[in-house]
């Protein structure tokens, strides 16, 4: 199976990595990939760039792809899926309309209640009165949502009524704007992706992310600072329930609307006293959950991917993972998240030594074979080990081997974890 991946970013790294050591997988193209990617697979570019759906299926045929696998949102939701598909190629990824689960948050609320999906209460806003209304009505802390992409940074948690109003105020000021005011939702977050090829569902092992730029969760949202798995505290059966409760009906009633979603729903959800709440759900992998779920995949990913765009996922048995824990810690840029600096030169990516290894998120071709930063996330360092402290300590280790002016990195990744201080918040008596 030849298989090309669209994307640039650590998330695609990491795909491609583990599509690489798939015995079923001959070759793997990326387009338009990254220096890191370079390293492992053919890189080919995009002229049209990602959101060009004709482009990409193009360049599909041309390499004689067996397999398309679509990385980041804003190309799912530009209908690059329905284009590759046009072309009678298989697709790992949802169409245009069924990636409007990630597209439209407003879209998401509606399917939820469809499908009786347990999730957080919410008002769709167009105007400022109404999002004043719906602050008073939910109270605070204030959970004001972008309604379209914002990669990850069109969130505002506060308890600060004016920076509610404000971030509202922004996202109404585009064109066609809507905002979700949402109720605060109490407990740890999770983040689950359940593979499915339009009415099978396959899980994947759950992981936590630390979307805060700062240690502490101090500091504004970014799109994500690092990541692990597995999460020992979660409660004993919660994959299974939330297959039950939320992916499943999804994705049947995405079905039964005729717009079946195949590919991969993200299910980020809040573990919180009155049970498990959908906060959001995402069309694609996210990211830098990918990188360590997909370090303990023990599962071919080709075969998966390929039994997902095919309508054939029920024909996989049960998937394997290695046992070991994987942590990732994201190298930011200086600036991130506000206004990210590039261009400066990367050192030490050679010296990460043998228990970690390097996903490349923001970066681009320098002088003289150097890499340079290009992005705000310009790294992700992945490290496993027996235990959560093992991989910690083996990831950061590697970080500090590496050099890049400016940048700065989280220094908690998992930490709590590590503590035992994670918990789920209990239902108060009665």
């Known amino acids: 199976m ?13 795909i ?15 387009a338009p990939g990254n220096p890191g990617i370079d390293t492992i697979a053919l890189c080919r570019d995009l002229p049209g760039g990602l959101l060009d759906g004709p482009g990409v299926a ?79 009505a939910l109270g605070a802390p204030y959970v ?33 704007g809507r905002v979700v005011v949402e109720e605060y939702l109490d407990g740890p977050e999770v983040s689950l992706f359940c593979l499915t090829d339009g009415t099978t569902v396959v899980p994947l092992t759950p992981a936590q992310d630390f979307k805060r730029v700062g240690d502490g969760d101090e500091g504004p949202n970014t799109g994500g600072m690092g990541a692990y798995s ?31 979603f195949a590919g991969v729903l993200y299910v980020g959800l809040a573990l919180t006293s009155r049970g498990p709440r959908v906060v959001e759900f995402n069309a694609r992998f996210g990211d830098p959950e990918t990188q360590v779920v997909l370090a303990r995949l023990a599962t071919p990913l080709g ?6 765009a095919t309508g054939t996922l029920d024909q996989v048995g049960e998937l394997r993972w ?19 600096r590039t261009g400066d030169e990367i050192h030490g990516l050679g010296q990460v030594g043998d228990e970690a290894w390097v996903l490349h998120a923001g970066t681009a071709p320098g002088r003289e074979g150097a890499v340079v930063s290009a992005g705000g996330r310009v790294l992700s360092v992945v490290a496993m080990g027996g235990d959560l402290g093992e991989a910690r300590d083996r990831a950061y280790r590697a970080v500090d081997r590496i050099s890049l002016d400016g940048s700065h990195h989280r220094t908690d990744i998992a930490l709590a974890a590590q503590r035992g201080e994670v918990s789920v918040p209990t239902q108060p008596p009665a």
């Open 230 to 260: 597995p999460l020992d505290w979660a409660p004993e059966g919660l994959v299974e329930d939330v297959v039950a409760r939320v992916a499943q009906p999804t994705v049947d009633e995405m079905r039964h609307r005729g717009t079946p």
């Open 303 to 308: 075969g998966l991917l390929h039994a997902c």
């Open 322 to 340: 290695h046992p070991e824990h994987a942590v990732t810690v994201v190298i930011a840029s200086k600036g991130y998240p506000d206004s990210p």
């Open 58 to 136: 193009h360049l599909a045929a041309e390499v004689h792809a067996d397999l398309v696998v679509i990385g980041p949102e804003a190309p799912l939701v530009a209908g690059v899926a329905d284009a590759v598909r046009s072309r009678g190629i298989a697709c790992f990824g949802p169409t245009a309309q069924a990636a409007r689960l990630e597209g439209s948050k407003a879209f998401a609320k509606e399917v939820m209640a469809a499908a009786g999906v347990p999730t957080a209460l919410a008002h769709v806003c167009t105007s400022l009165d109404d999002v004043t209304d719906a602050l008073d």
């Open 144 to 176: 004001v949502k972008d309604d379209g992409l914002a990669a990850g940074k069109g969130v505002v948690v506060t308890q600060s009524r004016a920076q509610a109003v404000a971030h509202a105020a922004q996202c109404l000021a585009k064109e066609g």
């Open 16 to 30: 491609v990595r583990a599509l690489t050591a798939d015995p079923t997988v001959d070759a793997v193209i990326a």
């Open 2 to 14: 030849k298989v090309l991946v669209i994307g640039s970013g650590a998330r695609e790294h990491a």
